[in-house]
């Protein structure tokens, strides 16, 4: 039987498309522990959205790794004479910073509403730690009673400092709302703030006291109050720092020594700045040379810490002074600029205190030590020896780091290609008239 022909029917468009061209899913590998995934999530917790964060962080890492060679220069011969080793000071230096620089890039990672939340807590904690000073756990050198032994020594004043400008930030936007801001009732809100003062006043450190005024006027300056708000605190801070100079014979001593040019006391209140001064002459451009200082060999107190610009002037010379300069105010700098592109009151406060902390205390350690300023007592930030100085002003550029994640760039109100004239006067185009419909 023969088998009928096959008819040619017409083949219906499939719904699904073929197989063939459909991509085939790709099985999804499982990605070890430590892999690329770990690294991947470290870049996305360290990338910065500004360069401001690179600039900041990378200023401060060099001027670390300098102050941590000018201490071991400057601190081998009393180490020596000390314990009778000649890097037990650069060894406490060293295990200070290694500690502080993970914690401040720790700490640049935490928002905003973590400061809101634990400003207030942070800012009683420190004073408390600040009163402790005056219990058998507090002890005093050169004078100043700031120091706590709790089998390692610190100093809660350096606390003080980072919580009165995070405090500041936090609060005093609410205060300038709610009073304005050219009402004297300002200063009425920052009451705590005072007693932070007093009690580091308590503690007979002037110099701290000084740049905790500082910290607060600066904070007052950014935060959009008016000038006189900032001018009347001024002339106060003035009258109070010449009150507690008279009372003081040691503080007389050092402002008497700095107004007279031709100081005799060569002994006592003459001889800590007169050999900073022959230090500093003795580099002349280039310098003596790295560790071969002879102001260090106990001829000037201090050497590692409140005069180490002069050891640096000495062996680095007068182009070791200059970059010590330049690093500082490239921190200015950078700190300006986060300024400008911050978009919340608490960073532009916050930020601004801190940059008078830092920037401000440097200068005036260099004014000390070329003469232009009296013997304060304050230390060279990031450079000067002292763990407690060095940690908490790394965490306090921590906190301005972390800031760099919110903030945006500047809009400009001109694009590059406009012309100049175009944005200062418009240029009145003529009126078309349109055509009337069915008139010819």
Same mark, same amino acid.
């Given at each position: ?105 720790? %700490? ?12 207030? %807590? ?16 507090? =002890? ?94 001024? =002339?106060?801070?003035? =009258? ?123 200068? =005036? ?76």
């Amino acid at each position: 039987m023969a088998t009928p022909p096959r008819t040619s029917q017409p083949r219906r468009p499939s719904a699904t498309p073929r197989t063939s061209t459909r991509p085939a899913p790709q099985a999804s590998t499982p990605t070890r522990p430590g892999g690329l995934a770990t690294r991947f999530k470290l870049e996305k917790a360290f990338k910065a959205e500004s360069p401001n964060f690179y600039l900041l962080a990378g200023v401060t890492l060099f001027t670390v790794i300098l102050g941590l060679i000018m201490v071991l220069s400057a601190s081998a011969v009393d180490s020596f004479l000390q314990d009778g080793g000649f890097f037990s000071g650069f060894f406490k230096q060293a295990i200070a910073a290694f500690v502080a620089l993970p914690l401040m890039l720790g %700490i640049s990672r935490l928002p905003l509403v973590f400061f809101r939340k634990w400003a207030n %807590i942070a800012l009683f904690i420190t004073i408390g730690l600040q009163l402790l000073v005056f219990t058998p756990l507090g =002890v005093e050198s050169g004078g100043n009673r700031n120091w706590l032994d709790v089998g390692i020594q610190f100093q809660p004043s350096e606390m003080i400092k980072l919580t009165i400008a995070v405090w500041l930030g936090v609060n005093l936007p609410a205060i300038i709302d709610r009073v304005g801001p050219y009402s004297f009732r300002i200063f009425g809100g920052i009451f705590p703030v005072y007693i932070a003062m007093f009690v580091v006043l308590l503690g007979q450190d002037l110099g701290t006291v000084i740049i905790l005024f500082a910290i607060v006027l600066g904070c007052l300056a950014f935060s959009g109050v008016a000038g006189r708000m900032i001018g009347v605190p001024m =002339v106060l801070g003035a =009258v109070g720092v010449l009150f507690m100079a008279l009372i003081s014979p040691n503080r007389m001593a050092r402002i008497m020594s700095f107004l007279n040019e031709n100081c005799t006391d060569y002994t006592n209140a003459c001889w800590q700045p007169l050999h900073g001064k022959w230090a500093l002459a003795n580099g002349g451009i280039f310098g003596v040379g790295l560790g071969q200082s002879k102001a260090k060999w106990s001829w000037l107190p201090a050497a590692d810490n409140d005069y180490i610009f002069a050891i640096i002037g000495e062996e680095l010379g007068m182009i070791g002074c200059l970059v010590v300069i330049a690093l500082f105010v490239t921190l200015a700098v950078a700190f300006v600029r986060i300024i400008r592109q911050a978009q919340d009151p608490l960073v532009r406060i916050v930020t601004g205190g801190i940059m008078i902390w830092i920037v401000g205390q440097a200068f =005036v350690n260099i004014g000390v030590v070329v003469g232009v300023l009296p013997v304060l007592g304050v230390p060279l930030p990031l450079l000067s020896s002292g763990g407690s100085a060095l940690i908490m002003t790394l965490l306090a550029i921590g906190v301005v780091l972390s800031f760099t994640k919110d903030e945006k760039p500047i809009k400009r109100t001109r694009s590059r290609s406009q012309p100049r004239t175009q944005n200062r006067t418009k240029t009145p185009q003529a009126r078309t008239r349109q055509p009337q419909s069915g008139r010819s």
